[in-house]
């Protein structure tokens, strides 16, 4: 069985700042990871995903995670917050590559303040 | 090309209803999933299809909720006898059969009054 933390329900940065959102993950089998990021009214989008290739994922808009097996984690970062990048941020765990559900973290609410 | 589209967008019914959602997946694609995503948390699975047949219905709550996709494209969660712990917000994804990236559709929000 999987399962998905992630801490803080919501995170408020200023525009040009870090952006560090936190996944902790629980997996009886190797996992794959995924960030998906959610605008308002809008479909879940996908950011990166681990498949078990290099630890370090880049994705889209500038994000990039990082998969830690030994604290179990696959944090998502961004150098510099812009002001689109206000949005809900999930982390998501399969125990397969394909076709195979997905169990997802509660979700964190980005803020950005100009 | 077209993503996935999910019909209707909004859906309000009275408890002890029947109601259908439907999905459309991206063209070729012959996985699909169902969704489930409350306010204020992440998504749960439902049903996941491979073609025609539910290849992993575990995530289905009771036997009120049932989906199908007869012709391998095009989905209906059905949901009978609607309470209003069902008011939620419903997410369809389809994907190739071989890779690992689901594309979702702007979801169904049902409001069971």
């Known amino acids: 069985a999987q399962s998905v933390t992630q801490l803080g329900s919501h995170v408020s940065v200023s525009e040009g700042a870090l952006v560090l959102l936190r996944c902790n993950y629980s997996?009886?089998?190797?996992?794959?990871l995924f960030w998906y990021v959610q605008y308002p009214n809008q479909g879940l989008q996908l950011l990166l995903k681990y498949t078990s290739a290099a630890t370090l994922v880049k994705g889209i808009n500038g994000f990039e995670a990082e998969f830690k097996k030994s604290e179990t984690s696959f944090h998502l970062t961004k150098p510099s917050a812009h002001m689109s990048d206000a949005a809900e941020y999930f982390c998501?765990?399969?125990?397969?590559?394909?076709?195979?559900?997905?169990?997802f973290g509660g979700g964190t609410r980005v803020l950005v303040k100009p | 090309g077209a993503g996935v589209s999910q019909t209707p967008s909004n859906k309000v019914t009275e408890k002890g209803k029947y109601v259908e959602l439907r999905c459309d997946p991206i063209s070729g694609h012959t996985a699909l999933y169902w969704y489930r995503q409350s306010l204020g948390q992440g998504p749960e699975f439902l049903i996941y299809f491979q073609g025609t047949g539910a290849a992993d219905d575990s995530g289905l709550p009771n036997d009120r909720f049932f989906a199908v996709r007869p012709e391998g494209s095009v989905s209906t969660l059905k949901i009978q006898r609607t309470e209003r712990g069902d008011s939620a917000v419903y997410l369809c994804?389809?994907?190739?059969?071989?890779?690992?990236?689901?594309?979702f559709g702007p979801g169904t929000r049902l409001t069971v009054l």
């Open positions: 994804a389809s994907s190739w059969a071989r890779t690992d990236t689901q594309y």
């Open positions: 997996s009886s089998v190797p996992p794959y």
């Open positions: 998501a765990v399969s125990a397969t590559a394909a076709g195979n559900k997905l169990t």
